[in-house]
Structures are given as C-alpha cells and as structure tokens.
C-alpha cells in the first residue's frame, strides 16, 4: 500500500465520481507521484492533505492551449505527490488552499497576476508580483503575452498598496525601505508599534521581479542552466543543481558518479560562504563587530579558493545538463582539503566565543522566536525550520545522489530564537566540512559529465534539492523541439520569508535588523 492511497481512496468517495485519479504515476514527474484531479475536487484535497500531515512545497501554473494545468507540490516524510488539474481559460476560477497552508498564500498571488488565476476565498487577493508594471487584466506568463512586454514606459511607483493598518492608542507605523541603505536588494517593511515594541509586521516584496519564468521559455537546455544560476546569485549552485536535475530527468539522463561529487562539492561549499558570512553580519547586527570582521575574513578566504579551483568566486556557471563544466585536479582536490581542514582550526577559536559571550547572549537568546507550530504552519525550510525544531532535510530525508552514499548529519534544535538559528548554521558549516572531506576523498573516476542529446522531444522533470536555505524545487518542460516551454524555481524564501512577520511580534523595533539577518531571505529568489 502506497502512503498516497489515503488520498486516492477519499477522493473516489467524493459525490462527483467522475473525479479522474491516476494514482501513483510517477513516471511523468519523477521522484514525485501524480494525481490528476478535477477542479471542484482541489480544495478538498488540500484540506485533507493538511489534516494528514503534509506540507506544501510549492504551486505553479502552465498554460496549454485553452487551460492552464495547475500544479501543487506536497510532501510527507521526504515523499512527494503533485496534486494537478487543468483549469479553463473561460473560467479560470479555483480553490485556494492557504486556508490550510498558510505558507502558500504569496505563492498562489503570484499565480494569480502572472497566469490569471482567481483563488476563491482566499486571505488577501490583493496583487503580490504585478505591482504596477502591467495593467489589470493582462497576465505575463500566457502564451499570447510577448515577451519584452507592452508597455514600455516608465512603470507608475506602488504607492497605493493596502497595507493592513492597526488600530489602538499610542499605535504609529514605521515604513522602511524598499530602499535601504546598505547594498541590499529592495523589500518594503511596514511596522505598527507601541513605543519600541513591534505589534504588527507586513512585508511587501517584489521590486526585482525579472521575468525568470517567461524568458526561460524557447532557451536550449545550457541557456535554462544558465539562467537557473541566476534565480538568486547567492544561491547559484543549488538552483542550478535542481533545473538541471529536473532537465536530466526530463530528458532519461543520467549524470556520472564524479559529476555528481563534485556538484555535492560546489553545493556544500556554497552553503559554508553563506553561513559565514551570515554568521558575521548577525553579530555585526548587534554591535559585536569582532566577529563580523572574522567570519568576513573566513568567507573571504573561502571565495578567493573557490575562484581559484572553479573560477568564480560565487561558484556561477559550473553546472551543465549532464554534469559538470570542470573536471578537479589531484592538485585542486589538494587545495580543497587543506582549506577545509585551516577553517576547522579556525573555527575551534572562533564558535566558542559566540557561545560563551554575555553581551552577545543578551541580544540573541529569546529574541525572535519562531515556535514549532508556526514554523509548521508556514512550511518553513532550512535553518529557520531547523531552528525550530523541523528535522527535515533532502539530503538525509529523500537521499539524492550522491548524497545516498554519504551520512549526512543535520543539527536540530528547539529554541527557535536568533541564537539558535546562528547555532544551526554554525553546526551545518562543521557538517558540511566533513562532508567535502569524504567527497574528495573518495572521488569517483568516471567522467564528470554525459553528453546531451542533440534530438530531445517533449518531456518534463522535477528537480529537488537542498540549498544553503532549504528545499529547492525546479519544474522544466521541454517543447517538441527540445526547447524550454516552461520553467519555475521555487526558492526557499517564499516560505521563510512570512516567518519573520511572525517572528517579530512582541520585539523591539530595534531587533528587527538581527531578526531579519537570522531569517535571511532572499529577495531576488522570491521576487522572479
């Protein structure tokens, strides 16, 4: 019996009977399973799906001739089911599910101004990626929408955006950004608060919508690598990883041994320059600049080895479908692991100050907490997540090559404060070392890449991977001319993004910078 039949058997028990139910395909969409259901059947299976404990990863939309096939990705003990249904252009009208996934809210908002798609009943219907850059009515990602668009002037500013007010004596707003003052990418905060303390906290996001999704489409499987890495720059490794996982199995491919180590390589890599670097600026955040400077130093020596073993500091373009883009040199492997081995010296200095320093305690210990209900309720990824106490990671928990051959510790704790989200990070940068000791310690000798076939017809693929921030989720489509027709990367910030609304609640207005550092979210990932 599969862990799905729950859903196959309630949803032949609906009053409609026609409902179609291919249960267990996972052919089309591999690692995932299929259910096609018909659209007044959507909403009961999100609803049942939440009340049997699986998470939602994810919704997306694809037009296909006079309907759009919408998709949502939901996940059960590192299983997952893609529940689908196609949706009439002549009414293109369906449930929504953030009713029992409140995580998803953004997600179907971006469905709904990029594809048109009106989601009964749902909390905010407000627009979330149009802003003002095309008019109502007009929907970016169906076909007949061209490409550069068709208004080229000067988009009107997003100044009429109905942020939710709160009422009360003594309660006054705080409107930061979306321009900030540091190199950052924008993102609007709207604070209401009482004296110092944070009541209420609404984001807006989307000022850097790039059009990932509509200018994937006619590219060659190199070009949709490409243009994957650049989702989110910090982030390039894993998204590049999971489009072209996704491509790969779109396509039957399969990626060497070596191939594969050495992407595990590239990832694992990526997530210590994260980590550092966020270590330091959460420190710097609350005035302990000692720290700042020496994880900055750490993360610095780390992307100058990178730039000198893979020839981009930020580790871009050293994916292609099928492999790898470069092989590693014995001399190279070398480099790697006396790098890994100085930052593990380095760092038996450096963690057990920021345990053990009291003015540091006082800033990070109970604030910014993020409960294990709501962390669940949310769908949260990564870090944030693990912070929590969410043990889940798609290394360890759906074991993608090569990580199958490998044990993959994960740290978990419960406090859900800053403080633990800086400790999960600095116990995944350890694991992450040991990992790349075993990686190139025992380098497979096959070639690092297949080659890609010149003919590829229709298909389509799911890659699923896990990033410095969480789970990964790319869905590709191929045309009948083996040209991209669809793409959508789903970053992990669309989920840890509303975490820190939450998290923030009952702070001081001066917290909200390590809060916001703690979460990190990416904007651009978020914003595609």
Sequence with gaps: MSRFDWLSEYLARLEDEHALVRHGDASRLAPAHCLELDVEDWGTAGRVAAESGFRHAGIWGDQLDDAILIRACLVNAGDYLILETPVPLAQPVLASHSHFFPGVDRLERHVQDLLGIAFLDHPNGERWTRHQAWPEGVYPLRNDFPVAGEHPKRSPADSDYPFNP??????????????????????????????????????RLGYVHKGIEKIAVGRDARGLARLAGRVSGDTTVAHSWAACMAMEHAAGLNVPARGLAIRAILAERERIANHLGDIGAVCNDVGFSFAQMQFSRLRETWQRDNLAVFGHRLLMDCFTPGGVSADLSEQH??????????????????????????????????????????????????????????????????????????????????????????????????????????????????????????TLGEGEGLGLVEG????????????????????????????????????IDGNIVPDFPVCNKSVNGSYSGNDL
């Design 166 to 203: 709160v009422a009360g004596s003594g309660v006054y707003e705080i409107p930061v950004g979306p321009v900030h003052a540091g190199i950052i990418e924008p993102g609007h905060f709207r604070f209401q608060a009482v004296g110092e303390e944070v009541l209420r906290l609404e984001e």
């Design 333 to 454: 492997s070398a480099l790697l692991l006396a790098a890994g081995q100085a930052l593990n010296v380095e760092l038996d200095s450096l963690l057990p100050i920021l345990d053990d320093y009291p003015s540091l305690e006082d800033r990070l210990v109970e604030t910014g907490k993020l409960s294990l209900d709501t962390a669940r309720e949310l769908g949260t990824l990564g870090y944030v997540a693990k912070a929590s106490g969410m043990d889940y990671d798609l290394r360890r928990d759906h074991g993608y090559a090569p990580y199958d051959r490998l044990r993959v510790q994960l740290p978990c704790l419960s406090s859900g404060d800053v403080m633990a989200r800086v400790q999960v990070r600095a116990q995944e940068i350890r694991h992450s070392l040991a990992l790349l000791e075993s990686l190139l310690q025992t380098l497979p000798p096959d070639p690092v890449s297949r080659v890609w076939p010149e």
């Design 468 to 503: 410095w921030r969480g789970e990964i989720l790319s869905y590709v489509r191929f045309d009948s001319e083996g040209r991209v027709a669809r793409f959508f990367p789903r970053d992990p910030s669309w989920f840890n993004w509303p975490a820190l609304e939450r998290l």
